[in-house]
């Protein structure tokens, strides 16, 4: 004789199977982390590629092959290895310039002021902006109407046309042009800063921290700081590509990276007066600065999406 089934029960017991089923299959915040970063083709092809750009730069005295400052007239304007001409060797596979320099010798060190420029310049700005940004946004008042001021003071002046006057009345040495572009490109970090510390200065946990008597100093670095990180994180991606942009430009106008220095820039400018012959004298450092500048920006891109605060949970 078969036993009543008690419907109500068997639902009962099924629901908690199924709730404790979900408790262990949610993944933990660490699996979702990894999970976004691995799922982001951006994030990882622009990490790749800047990744490797920073091993060269640092093994560039293993991996040149030359002395980049090296000159032998004789043989100047060696074709890279694909060209179809007896010339070309793989004793210099990128060809040389003009001054009979090995050009991939160059290019590898030439990576090395290119980062150099950008992380400098980038971390000076944004300490700058940071600053700014953050005390007007949480502060308000009159403080935020004297950053404003500086802040539309700064956008006012063109950045190439500052820089060039700047660099061609002090000098033009390496750290002079970084400092010249760390003090001119800060604006960007000010705007979003103020903007993102203004969203979360009456947030919750600040006003909490407010409540439990933590000073202005403790509730902006210990609170506010860490909850607009991902912003600060974006916009260093972005000033640090600028940065390296800029002082392309400079080099190529002949006040940035003087020579011999082997400057990305600087190898377009040395090699624009062969370029209707020699293309690859000038193509070659160009593709280097698109694929570090592209490489940055998608880091960027892909950082901003995988730590939106919409995605964490």
């Known amino acids: 004789m078969a036993l009543p089934r008690d419907t109500a029960a068997e639902g009962f017991v099924a629901s908690r199977v199924a709730l404790n089923v979900g408790e262990i299959l949610e993944p933990t915040p660490a699996a979702l982390l990894r999970r976004r970063v691995f799922g982001h083709a951006g994030l990882l092809i622009g990490s790749g590629v800047l990744v490797f750009i920073v091993m060269v730069a640092l093994t560039a005295p293993w991996l040149a092959p030359h002395d980049p400052l090296d000159q032998d007239l004789a043989r100047k304007l060696i074709p890279p290895i694909w060209h179809d001409s007896a010339k070309a060797t793989w004793t210099h596979p990128l060809g040389t310039d003009g001054f009979g320099r090995d050009y991939l010798s160059r290019l590898i060190y030439g990576a090395r002021i290119s980062l150099l420029i950008g992380v400098a310049a980038m971390v000076i700005s944004g300490?700058?902006?940071?600053?700014?940004?953050?005390?007007?946004?949480?502060?308000?008042?009159?403080?935020?109407?004297?950053?404003?001021?500086?802040?539309?003071?700064?956008?006012?002046?063109?950045?190439?046309?500052?820089?060039?006057?700047?660099?061609?009345?002090?000098?033009?040495?390496?750290?002079?042009?970084?400092?010249v572009l760390g003090l001119l490109i800060w604006d960007r970090f000010a705007v979003v800063m103020r903007s993102s510390t203004q969203q979360v200065r009456n947030l919750d946990y600040v006003a909490a921290a407010q409540a439990l008597g933590c000073s202005k100093a403790r509730i902006i670095v210990a609170e506010i700081l860490p909850n607009v990180a991902n912003n600060l994180i974006v916009v260093a991606t972005l000033e640090m590509a600028h940065a390296i942009l800029l002082e392309a430009a400079l080099s190529f106008l002949g006040l940035g990276v003087q020579p011999p220095q082997p400057s990305w820039g600087l190898m377009v400018a040395e090699g624009k007066g062969y370029m209707f012959f020699d293309p690859w004298l000038v193509g070659i450092p160009g593709m280097a600065l698109f694929a570090l500048v592209l490489a940055i920006n998608l880091m960027g891109d892909g950082v901003r999406d995988v730590t939106a605060p919409e995605r964490r949970n």
């Open 127 to 179: 300490i700058i902006g940071t600053t700014l940004g953050v005390a007007a946004g949480y502060f308000g008042g009159r403080v935020d109407m004297a950053v404003n001021f500086i802040i539309t003071s700064r956008l006012s002046l063109p950045v190439v046309l500052v820089a060039l006057a700047v660099v061609s009345l002090v000098g033009n040495s390496l750290w002079i042009v970084i400092c």
